[in-house]
């Protein structure tokens, strides 16, 4: 059976890492054992489950639709960008005279970050390419304000998805170390400050 790790080593939630700093992408890529599942992390997780359970009996006026189908958990690959991922949720609508899938993501965030908005751009290069269905959007579910915010999956964003993409390909064909965040203030309170000797 093909290993889904070799055959799509890029998850989806390793774009926010990178976006991030790439070099704890680097670290949890090379290093996985290093960092355990946190408090922070686990909550999230449950977070995500029990938005799925109320999502269920919500209608779709919370993005801005009337019509619909949602479908939970939704597994994609993408060869093409060694990329794997599970969206939260799909939209499946022909609302504004087509058929278009819209991916939505729950984060248990207040704010809808860059690195986040990259995510769900990739659900919906995935879910494009792999079905061939245009997606011109995507939601963010800010679970603590119980909001959508829409996300343009224009060109600009499609193309930042790429460029992190062609950069951590980079990184594992070569083996190379990325550079270092340019926001040094973020190593104050990093993990992985030890095995950064060059920023401290
Ligand atoms: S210490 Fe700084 S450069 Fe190193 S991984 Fe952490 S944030 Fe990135």
Partial sequence: MLDDTLAFPI???DLKQWAYCPRVWYYQHCLPDVRPITYKMQHGIEAGL???ELEQR??????GLTRGVRTFNVALTLARLGLR???????????QGERELIPVDFKES???GDHVKLQVAAYGLM??????????????YLIPLRQAEEIAIDNRLRKKVEVVLQGMQRVMTHETMPEPTSSLSKCAVCE???FCNDVM
């Fill in 127 to 140: 879910l494009e390419e792999t079905l061939g269905i245009p997606v011109r959007r995507g939601f963010l």
């Fill in 11 to 13: 998850r989806v939630s």
């Fill in 192 to 194: 992985f400050r030890r």
């Fill in 110 to 112: 207040k704010i809808a």
């Fill in 85 to 95: 991922g599970n969206a939260d949720m799909v939209i499946d609508t022909n609302e």
């Fill in 58 to 63: 919500r209608s779709l006026r919370l993005y």
């Fill in 50 to 52: 029990h938005t799925e």
